[in-house]
C-alpha cells in the first residue's frame, strides 16, 4: 500500500513534463525539487534523531560553493606565499566532492557538539552557518565575494551508449532533481529501517535504555549528521548549477527557516514529510505572487504554517495516516516515571 | 560442601559520594558464576547507585569494580555491555512508542550490526542478518512469556509487562550476567510468581544474576545469597536464613518503618 502510493507519486512527478509546458512552473518545481532533498536529509536528523540543525543550510551552501568551485577552477593565493592552482574538473566531480565536502563538515559540526547535543546542537549549527556565510562573503578571491561565482557549468553525465549529455534545459534539470530525490528518499528509508535506523529511534526514545543496549550515541549521532550533511550538500549542487550562479546568500537564515518549516508541516520522522511539506511550501509563492504583495505572502506563509499545524500537530503525513490507518492500540502517556515502587510496595 | 563458584563480579572499596551526600562508602562484594544474589536496603540505601556503578552510567569517587577479572574503570556503558553485563531499570524499562517486537530489534543493536552500506544496498548479508534479528526477537518474545503482545506499543502495556519487556531487551544482548532493579515492582502476586520462574530459567540457562528488589518474600525464595545495604554501607551478607534473623537487618527496616509511620 505504502509502496504503492510511493510509485504513483513518482510516475506522477515523471509525467508533470508530459503536460506542463510552462517554464516558471518548471522552474519553481526544480527549485522546490531541490529544496525537497535538503528539507529530507534535514529530517534525517531533527526527524529522527531529535537533533535540530537550525544551519543546515550551510552544507547546502558548502555542496554548492564546493561543486561550483571544483567546476570553475580557482587560483588563490595563501599564507607564506602559497599558491592553489586548480583548473576546472567536471562539474560531475564537484557533485562528487560537495558530498564528501559537506559531510566532512557536518562530521566536525556532530563531533563538536554531540557530547552535549540539544540546544549546543542548535546554536554550533547556527555559529557555523554563520561562519561560513562570512567565510563566502569575505574571501573574495576564492569565492567573489558579494560579485557571486557565476558561469557555472551545467551538470554533465556521461550516458553508456549516448556519449556525454549537457544538462542544459529545464526539462533535463527537472529529471536530474527528480532522479536525486528519489535515490535520496530510497537512501533515508532504507537506512531509518536498518539496524542504525533503529539505533537513531531507540535514542531518541530512551537513551538511557537505548545506551544500555549498547548503543553508542556518538557514533549514531554523528554518523547521522555526516549522512544528512552529504544530502544537503548533494541539494546544493544540484543549485548550483542549476541556476548557475551562486553568492554569500545562499547561507541565508531563512532558507534554513524554510527547510525546517517544510519538515514541520509536512511531519518530522516521517519519510514523505518533507515531500509533502516541501511541495506545499516550495509551491505556495507561485501562487501567491500574482495575487499578494511580497510582505503579504509571507504574512500567509505564517497563516498556512500556523493553521496546518493547529489542525494537524504532529504534521500532514504522521497526522493523516493515524486517522487512516486501523485502528490501533492507543499510546498511553508514558507514565512509567510518574509512578514509584515506593507507593506500590514495602517489605511485603 | 560445594566448591565456591568461580568469581564472576567483584565490587572492590566502592564509594559514590554525589556533593555531600555519601550514597556508597566502601561496597566490597563479589557475586559467583551462576549465582542469583540479591542486594537489599531501604529506600535511598545506595542499591541502584552500585548498579550504575557497576554498568558504567556512573563513575565511582573511589574503588575498582572488575568482571570476570576485566577492570571496569573508566569503560563506557555500552563496553560494559559487550563484556556480557547487562541490567534493566528500575523506572524507565521500554521504548514506549515502538511495538514489543520492535523494541526486542532495538534491543538486538550490538548483534545485528552489519555494514551500513550493505544494510542500504540490501546485500544479502545485511537481510540475513535481519532474519536472524527477527527470529532471535521472536524467541525472546516467547521467553518472556509475551507473544500475545509482540504487535502492541510497548507503552501501552501494564507496569508488570514492561518490566517484562525490559527483561527481554537485557535479555538480548546474550548477557553472562544480568543486573535486574526491582523488577517485580508493578506486578500482582501471579506475575511476581511467573517472574520468579523466569529468573530461574534465566540462571538455569547459565546467566548469573544479581537483584535488587523490596518484596521480600520473593528475594527470600530466589536468592542464594543476600547483600544488605544501608545508607550506602553492607550492613550484612549470607543466605537468605541467616539474613532472615539478622538483628542488624531488621533494625535497619523496622527503625525505617517506625521513622515513615
Ligand atoms: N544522581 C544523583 N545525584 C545526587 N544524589 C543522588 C543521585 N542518585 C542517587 N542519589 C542519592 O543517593 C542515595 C542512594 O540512592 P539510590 O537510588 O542508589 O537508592 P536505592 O537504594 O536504589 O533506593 P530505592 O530503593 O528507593 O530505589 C539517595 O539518597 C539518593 O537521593
Ligand atoms: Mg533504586
Same mark, same amino acid.
Given at each position: ?7 504513483l507519486t513518482?510516475?506522477?512527478?515523471a509525467?508533470?513534463p508530459?503536460?506542463?509546458?510552462? $517554464?516558471?512552473?518548471?522552474? !519553481?518545481l ?7 532533498i &535538503?528539507?529530507?536529509?534535514?529530517n534525517?536528523l ?6 535540530l540543525?537550525? %544551519? ?14 571544483t ?5 588563490v ?8 592552482? *586548480? =583548473?576546472?574538473?567536471?562539474p560531475?566531480?564537484?557533485?562528487v ?5 559537506? &559531510? ?7 563531533l ?5 547535543r %540539544?540546544?549546543?546542537?542548535? /546554536?554550533?549549527?547556527i ?16 569565492t ?16 553508456? &551508449? ?16 527528480? !532522479? ?12 531509518? *529501517? ?15 535504555? !537505548?545506551?544500555?543496549?549498547?548503543? =553508542?550515541v556518538?557514533k ?10 552529504g544530502?544537503? %550538500?548533494?541539494?546544493?549542487?544540484l543549485?548550483?548549477h ?5 553568492? $554569500? ?10 527547510m525546517?518549516?517544510?519538515?514541520i ?6 519519510l514523505?514529510? $518533507?515531500?509533502?511539506? %516541501? ?10 505572487r500574482? /495575487? ?16 496546518i ?17 486501523k485502528?490501533?492500540k ?6 512509567a516515571?510518574a509512578?514509584?515502587?515506593r =507507593? ?5 | ?52 556503578v ?5 563513575d565511582p569517587?573511589?574503588g575498582?569494580?572488575?568482571?570476570r ?12 555491555a ?11 524499562s521500554v ?6 517486537y520492535?523494541?526486542l ?15 542500504i544496498?540490501?546485500l544479502?548479508?545485511?537481510?540475513s542478518? #535481519?532474519?536472524?534479528?527477527?527470529e ?6 516467547e521467553?518472556?512469556?509475551l ?8 507503552g ?11 527483561v527481554?531487551l537485557?535479555?538480548a ?8 532493579? #526491582?523488577?517485580v ?15 530461574r ?7 548469573t544474576?544479581?537483584?535488587? #528488589?523490596h ?13 544488605v545495604l544501608?545508607?550506602?554501607r553492607?550492613?550484612? #551478607?549470607?543466605?537468605?536464613?541467616v ?13 525505617q ?5
Amino acid at each position: 500500500m505504502k509502496s504503492a502510493i510511493a510509485i504513483l507519486t513518482v510516475v506522477a512527478f515523471a509525467s508533470v513534463p508530459l503536460w506542463l509546458r510552462d $517554464p516558471y512552473l518548471m522552474n !519553481a518545481l526544480i527549485t522546490t525539487g531541490i529544496f525537497i532533498i &535538503g528539507a529530507m536529509s534535514l529530517n534525517l536528523l531533527l526527524g529522527f534523531t531529535g537533533q535540530l540543525s537550525l %544551519g543546515h543550510i550551510a552544507f547546502f551552501g558548502i555542496g554548492a560553493y564546493v561543486s561550483a568551485l571544483t567546476s570553475l577552477g580557482f587560483d588563490v593565493g595563501l599564507p607564506f606565499g602559497f599558491r592553489i592552482v *586548480h =583548473d576546472p574538473w567536471p562539474p560531475i566531480v564537484g557533485f562528487v566532492l560537495a558530498i564528501v565536502v559537506a &559531510g566532512l563538515c557536518g562530521y566536525l559540526v556532530g563531533l563538536l557538539s554531540f557530547r552535549v547535543r %540539544g540546544a549546543y546542537f542548535v /546554536i554550533v549549527t547556527i555559529s557555523f552557518a554563520e561562519v561560513v556565510r562570512l567565510v563566502a562573503l569575505n574571501w573574495v578571491e576564492l569565492t567573489q565575494g558579494p560579485l557571486a561565482l557565476t558561469n557555472i557549468p551545467s551538470i554533465t553525465i556521461g550516458l553508456p &551508449g549516448l556519449g556525454d549529455l549537457t544538462l542544459r534545459t529545464k526539462l533535463q534539470n527537472y529529471y536530474l532533481v527528480l !532522479a536525486v530525490a528519489v535515490v535520496t528518499y530510497l537512501l533515508i528509508s532504507r537506512l531509518v *529501517h536498518s539496524h542504525f535506523g533503529r539505533a537513531m529511534r531507540g535514542l531518541m526514545e530512551n537513551e538511557t535504555l !537505548a545506551v544500555s543496549v549498547g548503543i =553508542d550515541v556518538t557514533k549514531t549521532l554523528t554518523l547521522a549528521a555526516v549522512i544528512s550533511a552529504g544530502i544537503a %550538500g548533494a541539494a546544493g549542487s544540484l543549485y548550483a548549477h542549476y541556476i548557475r550562479i551562486i553568492d $554569500p546568500e545562499v547561507f541565508a537564515f531563512i532558507n534554513t527557516v524554510t527547510m525546517v518549516i517544510m519538515v514541520i508541516t509536512g511531519g518530522k520522522g516521517s519519510l514523505a514529510g $518533507p515531500v509533502v511539506g %516541501g511541495m506545499i511550501f516550495g509551491l505556495l509563492p507561485v501562487f501567491l505572487r500574482p /495575487i499578494m504583495a511580497p510582505e503579504a505572502q509571507w504574512i500567509a506563509y505564517g497563516g498556512v504554517l500556523i493553521g496546518i499545524l493547529f489542525v494537524l500537530p504532529r504534521g500532514i503525513v504522521p497526522s493523516l495516516a493515524l486517522r487512516f490507518a486501523k485502528p490501533r492500540k492507543r499510546i498511553e502517556p508514558v507514565t512509567a516515571v510518574a509512578f514509584s515502587e515506593r =507507593d506500590v510496595k514495602e517489605h511485603a | 560442601m560445594m566448591p565456591a563458584p568461580a568469581m564472576a563480579l567483584r565490587v572492590e572499596k566502592v564509594a559514590v559520594h554525589f556533593g555531600g551526600l555519601v550514597a556508597l562508602s566502601d561496597m566490597n562484594f563479589t557475586v559467583g558464576e551462576g549465582e542469583i544474589v540479591s542486594l537489599i536496603g531501604p529506600n535511598g540505601a545506595g542499591k541502584t547507585t552500585a548498579f550504575n556503578v557497576v554498568t558504567g552510567f556512573l563513575d565511582p569517587t573511589r574503588g575498582a569494580v572488575s568482571y570476570r577479572g576485566t577492570a571496569l574503570n573508566g569503560l563506557k556503558p555500552y563496553q560494559i555491555a559487550d563484556l556480557g553485563l547487562a541490567r534493566t531499570f528500575q523506572r524507565t524499562s521500554v521504548f514506549p512508542n515502538d511495538t514489543v517486537y520492535d523494541n526486542l530489534l532495538v534491543g538486538l543493536h550490538r548483534q545485528g550490526r552489519v555494514n551500513l552500506l550493505e544494510a542500504i544496498l540490501g546485500l544479502p548479508r545485511a537481510r540475513s542478518s #535481519e532474519r536472524r534479528l527477527r527470529e532471535r526477537a521472536s524467541e525472546l518474545v516467547e521467553w518472556v512469556g509475551l507473544e500475545r503482545r509482540a504487535r502492541d506499543l510497548a507503552g501501552s502495556l501494564s507496569y508488570g509487562e514492561q518490566r517484562l519487556v525490559g527483561v527481554a531487551l537485557a535479555l538480548a544482548a546474550e548477557p553472562s550476567m544480568l543486573l535486574l532493579d #526491582e523488577p517485580v515492582s508493578g506486578m500482582n502476586a501471579s506475575e511476581t510468581h511467573t517472574f520468579v520462574e523466569l529468573v530461574r530459567n534465566i540462571r538455569d540457562r547459565g546467566v548469573t544474576i544479581l537483584l535488587v #528488589e523490596h518484596d521480600m518474600p520473593m528475594v527470600m525464595s530466589v536468592s542464594d545469597r543476600i547483600v544488605v545495604l544501608n545508607y550506602g554501607r553492607i550492613i550484612a #551478607e549470607g543466605p537468605p536464613d541467616v539474613i532472615r534473623n539478622d538483628p542488624a537487618v531488621i533494625e535497619a527496616y523496622l527503625g525505617q518503618g517506625a521513622t515513615r509511620a
